[in-house]
């Protein structure tokens, strides 16, 4: 809501629209040929400004003209007259001559030599004229233009009636808002003072009154939230300062006109439908229902607010399923910003405009981080040091600059307010005392660079890296890395696993602490105090004025949504004295409370016989056998006892047709045991459900009586380990109805298991360092046969060295010859973002450490202990493990399931798929004339039916594999052909009919059909 101001290419018009929370939208537009302002309500037929401003109040021309314009007095005397100095200035007033009805002059007319002359002659040696050059005039005629062109209704009754009095006005606007009802003028005049001035019916909202009262600078706080008669008039004078060139038009994309629109608001919104339809249905049981039985639980029904509050948790595009693989992507996605959803914008309709970075997200929206692909621009994070006003403005502090001097007072400005000032850069010299130390500085202006004098400053930015996001703030050295890069390193940190043994980086940006302290997988104390109990699960502190205990209980292995590891490890000791919000306790990937994503590992940059050709990666098998990149995943697996027609399935150990072998595991229930190693089609829940019986003989039954459950006919449902998993079982959750569990209806009880496996790093896991380098682990090789320092240390990783010249990611080089010194010396550095440590201060820690300035050194190839010919960059890195392993991805399938109408296998790993031969690949077979490959491929190995089944029973048997047969896709062609009315039948080379379908076979053995070869 508020006012917005456009120019529309196509009609060559410039348009403002005052858009209200709720009630009519009124727009303006102002055609810049004819230079006449015309007025919509609702998007009906427009009609002429003036008439509504007659309509509201204003009833004359002195009245509009006094709203618009400013006016100055000249003299009127014969000499003037015969100079021409007054023509084509235009009268401010209406003057009179002898009779109230003669008008000499209107106001807003021209005036011309013979007009002056009648004034002068009437006794007027004075008139009042428009100073369009004056302030707060108006410099242009645009109003003037449209007094001319009014029309209005003849009478009779008054032959001197030259303008339209206010009922005609009133009855002109009321006929274009109400088209073909019977106007009276009572009517006309209530129905207009309601549709803008009336709460009931208008509400521009707190947030557009806000934005009225901020474009149009008002003298005082206006909080009525109905339109006044001034934002009119406010929105035509801006709208005609546009037109003339003294105004601007609103960009769509400032942050200025977007706003955050939190949870509350949205909810509020599907709330207030679920209202309205309750209110709907409670009147219509009202209008029914006798008066004297009814009661209110009668009439109010709650279904359509439940409604409305489950469809927005539970399927609306901006309900998420929360991202937790670690800490930071936890505390990134609530952080997000997105454009998308319901009242926003869609991927398709969102041009380059709304995705590019704007000047106005300097300090709001961090520059970098945005997804790749379709949603790039359109998701965006918020900047460290963000925040959302009341209004659902984004705000950025800056430290104010008094008369040159920056204070350390902070102010919080929204885009809109810091249009009007200079700001400087927080890079600047200031002296101890706040003064500048440049004569000229460095400053924005709305997006403009300008070299200012300090006296011409207003505020300074707070902090360097007050325009990122808190994820783009962990990259070390970020102003040596190409923006597209930086996008990839912020990106995929939010994918790194929690590793086993968790380690801080080496080189960070001093954000580690900040980020795992606000992230929350951290445990923090409460109070001052001594820590009096510590164990793996439970630390208990004394607080120091108190004799109750602070008892604090640590998560343990509990499974995240991603299926990544939650596991909580205290980080004090019996007898520490801990002080209010000191980390007790490190959480996933966290160090002594810094945030620890992954490992400090020795990196050396130089092909190896291919096996890091295309970024991808070389190990050493040291790396495997340290578990330095191992983690651990825990997957959730659940199975439903439901109510059949046919009656309850059972939680049972007593499975038919299994073996005693898969019994192994299981309880006497038939729940897999806890701490049992599991593989992939183990039994973790036996179940089994009842099955249709068929007519059930005498002896049946008697066996039934007998026997009971056991001889029903019941089929296995068993909950299996699917493939693709093993682990070790860790947890096991039940939850009974009978228990008061709260259970969808149908189902008396869900059993939760909990399996736990240890990922070891192996070929095709993605590992990235911070500066989007990313790659694939292409060899494990034996730690002997790594190459090695000339001290005998085999480097950890082997990284292509053209992975860097042209992706322009040269942190990692700073990273790696910085890494290198502070492994040496055994110190962490903290080099903050836009702030890092120069080459002077990255060469003394390498000289402190004697390491070479360069980083180079000679290398000796593992495998034949001869020296590479050039020296080589060595150093340490911060390596990641991330989310995209390689046991999730690999599938092999044999047999499995096919789709119902082609009967060709599904697709993907998750529905236990086939691989896709697609068109492409068919001709790279024809090209090699494969025919019988392909013939295979496309028969027996996808969708001809009988061929399948045959040739499965030739392996079984061992025997040679028999011919193809028809693949169904023909089938289905051949139907398709058929429902278009086309009668198809295939004959074989001896002319017979070949029966598609069990119809063709009826059809074929009653009529003897046969082609004739000589047709």
Not at 550 to 556: E, M, P, W
Request: overall charge negative; hydrophobic content about 35%; charged content about 30%.
């Amino acid at each position: 809501p508020g006012v917005v101001f456009g120019y529309e290419e196509k009609d060559h018009m410039h348009t403002a629209r005052i858009i209200p929370d709720r009630g009519s939208w009124l727009e303006f537009e102002l055609e810049n040929r004819k230079e006449l302002l015309y007025i919509r309500i609702d998007r009906k037929r427009r009609i002429l400004a003036t008439t509504l401003l007659r309509a509201i109040g204003y009833e004359t021309r002195d009245e509009i003209i006094a709203l618009f314009y400013k006016t100055q007095k000249e003299k009127i005397t014969e000499d003037i007259i015969a100079e021409g100095t007054l023509n084509n200035m235009y009268s401010a007033k209406t003057y009179y001559g002898k009779g109230k009805d003669e008008k000499l002059v209107r106001a807003g007319e021209r005036l011309i030599p013979t007009t002056l002359d009648t004034l002068l002659r009437a006794g007027i040696n004075e008139i009042e004229v428009i100073d369009f050059e004056a302030a707060d005039s108006l410099n242009s005629t645009v109003i003037i233009n449209c007094l001319d062109k009014e029309d209005f209704p003849k009478d009779p009754e008054n032959p001197f009636k030259d303008e339209p009095s206010r009922e005609d006005a009133i009855i002109k606007v009321y006929s274009v808002i109400h088209p073909g009802e019977p106007t009276t003028l009572e009517n006309a005049q209530n129905d207009i003072s309601t549709i803008f001035f009336d709460p009931r019916r208008y509400d521009l909202g707190e947030v557009g009154r806000y934005k009225l009262n901020k474009k149009f600078e008002y003298e005082e706080e206006i909080t009525d939230r109905v339109l006044r008669k001034e934002d009119i008039i406010n929105t035509m004078k801006y709208l005609i300062k546009v037109f003339i060139g003294e105004g601007v038009i609103d960009n769509i994309d400032h942050l200025g006109n977007r706003r955050v629109r939190s949870v509350g608001e949205l909810l509020m919104n599907q709330l207030k439908i679920g209202f309205a339809r309750m209110e709907r249905i409670a009147k219509e049981r009202m209008a029914i229902k006798e008066a004297d039985t009814i009661r209110p639980q009668d009439l109010i029904s709650i279904k359509p607010i439940t409604a409305a509050i489950k469809e927005f948790f539970g399927s609306s595009q901006l309900s998420q399923f929360m991202d937790q693989v670690n800490p930071l992507s936890e505390l990134t996605h609530k952080r997000r910003l997105n454009a998308l959803g319901p009242g926003g914008l869609s991927r398709e309709r969102a041009g380059f405009e709304v995705r590019d970075v704007h000047y106005s997200h300097y300090g709001r929206v961090c520059p970098i981080e945005t997804p790749e692909g379709p949603n790039i621009g359109l998701i965006v994070s918020l900047a460290i040091y963000a925040r959302v006003n009341k209004y659902g403005f984004l705000e950025t502090p800056y430290r104010k600059v008094i008369n040159g001097r920056v204070t350390d007072q902070i102010e919080y400005l929204t885009a809109m307010d810091e249009e009007k000032y200079n700001i400087a850069q927080a890079g600047a010299k200031v002296n101890e005392k706040g003064e500048f130390e440049d004569k000229y500085i460095a400053a924005r202006h709305r997006g403009e660079f300008l070299t200012v004098t300090p006296q011409e400053i207003h505020y300074i930015d707070v902090s360097p890296k007050q325009i990122i996001s808190v994820s783009t703030s962990l990259i070390p050295f970020l102003e040596h890395d190409d923006a597209n890069r930086a996008l990839m390193g912020s990106n995929m940190q939010r994918q790194a696993v929690p590793l086993l043994k968790s380690e801080a980086p080496r080189i960070g940006t001093g954000m580690e602490w900040r980020t795992a302290n606000d992230s929350g997988v951290v445990v923090k104390a409460k109070r001052a105090g001594k820590v009096v109990y510590v164990s793996s699960t439970e630390i208990r502190i004394k607080p120091e004025n108190s004799d109750n205990l602070d008892i604090y209980r640590l998560i343990k292995f509990k499974r995240t949504n991603q299926d990544t590891c939650f596991n909580q490890k205290p980080i004090v000791t019996e007898g520490e004295i801990v002080e209010k919000g000191d980390i007790i306790a490190d959480g996933p990937a966290t160090d002594m409370g810094e945030l620890a994503l992954g490992k400090n590992v020795l990196v050396a940059f130089v092909p190896w016989m291919g096996y890091n050709y295309e970024d991808a990666i070389l190990m050493s098998e040291k790396v495997v056998k340290d578990d330095l990149f191992t983690s651990i995943h825990i997957e959730e697996f659940e199975v439903e006892v439901r109510e059949t027609k046919l009656g309850m399935e059972n939680i049972t150990k007593d499975i038919p047709n299994v073996s005693e072998e898969a019994f192994k595991d299981l309880d006497d229930e038939g729940i897999v045991r806890i701490g049992a190693k599991v593989r992939p089609g183990s039994i973790l829940v036996g179940k089994v459900t009842p099955k249709g019986e068929t007519d059930v003989t005498p002896e049946y039954k008697l066996l039934n009586s007998i026997f009971g459950e056991k001889a029903k006919n019941v089929k296995d449902t068993s909950l299996r380990v699917p493939h693709g998993s093993e682990g070790t079982v860790i947890d096991i959750k039940r939850l009974r109805r009978e228990d008061g569990d709260e259970l969808p209806p149908g189902v008396e009880e869900v059993v939760k298991v909990y399996i736990a496996t240890k990922r070891k790093l192996q070929e095709g896991d993605k590992l990235a360092g911070r500066h989007g380098n990313k790659g694939v682990v292409a060899r494990i090789l034996p730690e002997e046969d790594m190459p090695f320092l000339p001290d005998g240390t085999p480097v950890d990783i082997v990284l292509n060295p053209l992975g860097v010249p042209s992706r322009m990611n040269l942190g990692q080089i700073l990273e790696l010859n910085l890494g290198w010194a502070a492994d040496k010396l055994d110190i962490h550095v903290s080099t903050p973002v836009f702030e890092s440590a120069s080459e002077e201060q990255i060469h003394e820690y390498m000289k402190k450490a004697g390491l070479p300035l360069n980083s180079k050194t000679i290398l000796y190839d593992g495998l034949t202990g001869e020296p590479f010919k050039n020296e080589v960059t060595v150093g340490v890195i911060y390596m990641l493990k991330l989310a995209h392993l390689v046991d999730d991805k690999i599938h092999a399938r044999s047999t499995g399931p096919y789709s119902l109408v082609t009967q060709q296998p599904l697709g993907g790993k998750a529905q236990f798929g086939g691989q896709r031969l697609g068109e492409m690949e068919v001709w790279a077979l024809e090209a090699y004339g494969a025919a019988n490959n392909l013939q295979e491929l496309l028969t027996v190995k996808s969708d001809d039916m009988t061929g399948r089944a045959k040739i499965y029973e030739a392996i079984v048997k061992g025997e040679n594999v028999a011919m193809t047969g028809i693949p169904e896709s023909f089938n289905v062609l051949v139907q398709e052909l058929r429902g278009l009315g086309l009668d198809i039948t295939i004959y074989d080379e001896d002319n017979n009919p070949i029966p598609l379908t069990e119809r063709d076979e009826q059809i074929i053995a009653s009529s003897s059909v046969k082609l004739d070869p000589n047709k």
